[in-house]
C-alpha cells in the first residue's frame, strides 16, 4: 500500500525557514520522481517542486525559486523541501506527490503558517 506522510510544518515568521519531510512506504521511492504541491486558503492547488527518480534533476514554481530547495535519501525513502526566506503568501497546506503506473498519490499534507 502506497502512502506518503508529510511532516515539518508549522508557525514561522517572516524571513524565517522550515523544512518538510515525506516520508514514503509501499514503493520503492528511488524509482519515482516526487513532488511538492500547496494549497492555500481560498486557493486552488499550486505546483511547488519536483524531483526525478535519481534526485540529479530539480524543478522549481517561479514563485520559490532561488528560496526553496527540494532534496531525497533515497536510503530513507524520504523527499524533502527546505523553505527559506518564506513570506506570508507561502501560508498553506504542503503535500507531496507521485505517480505509479498512472495512479496519482498524494500525502495528507502539512500546514505551513508564515505569520509575524
Known amino acids: 500500500q502506497v502512502e506518503l506522510v508529510e511532516s515539518g510544518g508549522g508557525l514561522a515568521q517572516p524571513g524565517g525557514s522550515l523544512r518538510l519531510s515525506c516520508a514514503a512506504s509501499?514503493?520503492?521511492?528511488?524509482?519515482?520522481?516526487m513532488s511538492w504541491a500547496r494549497r492555500a486558503p481560498g486557493k486552488v492547488v499550486e505546483w511547488v517542486s519536483a524531483i526525478s527518480a535519481d534526485g540529479k534533476d530539480t524543478y522549481y514554481a517561479d514563485f520559490v525559486k532561488g528560496r526553496f530547495t527540494i532534496s531525497r535519501d533515497n536510503a530513507e525513502n524520504t523527499v524533502y523541501l527546505q523553505m527559506n526566506s518564506l513570506k506570508p503568501e507561502d501560508t498553506a497546506v504542503y503535500s507531496c506527490?507521485?505517480?505509479?503506473?498512472?495512479?496519482?498519490?498524494w500525502g495528507k499534507g502539512t500546514l505551513v503558517t508564515v505569520s509575524s
Open positions: 506527490n507521485t505517480v505509479l503506473y498512472g495512479v496519482n498519490y
Open positions: 509501499g514503493f520503492t521511492s528511488s524509482s519515482a520522481s
